[in-house]
């Protein structure tokens, strides 16, 4: 059965923030608002929490989980990042993008697209999330939070709590978030290419 936290948007109480780190390092599933819609997340380096929040998600290896940063410096050093690359970056975040990049051998080979070697990036433009990333001291693995059959993300946490509170530990209410996920570029190739519009303007990176 879940936990559930009420955490204040603007104001995040530490003491539940601590706690939700905690759940995290011992293997949880956390849903959590963004500044896009909910997300499903855990921890970077916990095999077993990854599989379980793919199949929860419905997904397979083939699709990109994303790695939740606090800043573009802890970005660097899981992705590689060019001139280019950095000056897209710096106009998009903290922010509702998600940006496919190439992979360092920081990342974990399970967590790459197998086949591409890329993976997903954002700085999420979220309170709740930054003071979560602080307090872990490192990224969080994440996934937008559309379940199987679904048209549409869970928006709000009752919701949320009504079809997984039996399938993940962590609930954190921050209140209601938009329905619209990121919107994904891929910066891995020559030229940026936006792979879904969502909530960021694609129009701030020329595309």
């Known amino acids: 059965m879940s936990q559930f936290f009420q955490i204040h ?10 706690q ?4 995290i390092h011992s293997g949880g599933i956390v849903a959590l608002p963004t500044d896009s819609c909910y997300a499903l997340v855990c921890h970077l380096d916990d095999k ?18 994303t790695l939740l940063c606090r800043d573009l410096s802890e970005i660097g050093v899981y992705a590689r990042v060019d001139n280019r690359q950095f000056r897209l970056l710096k106009a998009a975040t903290p ?3 998600t940006f496919i990049l190439e992979a360092t051998k920081e990342v974990p080979r399970r967590l790459s697209h197998p086949s591409r070697k890329t993976i997903g ?3 999420p433009e979220n309170r709740i999330v930054q003071a979560l990333l602080e307090e872990l001291g ?6 937008t939070l559309i379940l199987a059959g679904d048209e549409h993300s869970l ?19 921050g209140g209601a978030c938009s329905f619209e996920p990121t919107t994904v570029v891929d910066l891995s190739g020559a030229e940026p290419e936006l792979l879904r519009q969502g909530r ?6 020329g595309l």
């Open 9 to 18: 948007p603007d104001n995040p109480q530490q003491r539940l923030i601590k």
């Open 20 to 23: 939700a780190a905690q759940i």
């Open 48 to 65: 077993g929490a990854v599989e379980r929040l793919r199949r929860i998600r419905g997904v397979d290896d083939k699709h990109h989980l």
């Open 95 to 97: 922010g509702p993008y």
């Open 121 to 123: 990036l954002r700085v």
């Open 138 to 143: 490192q990224p969080l693995l994440g996934t």
């Open 155 to 173: 928006t709000d946490a009752e919701s949320i709590r009504e079809r997984l509170e039996k399938q993940i530990e962590l609930i954190v209410d």
């Open 200 to 205: 960021g303007d694609a129009g701030l990176l």
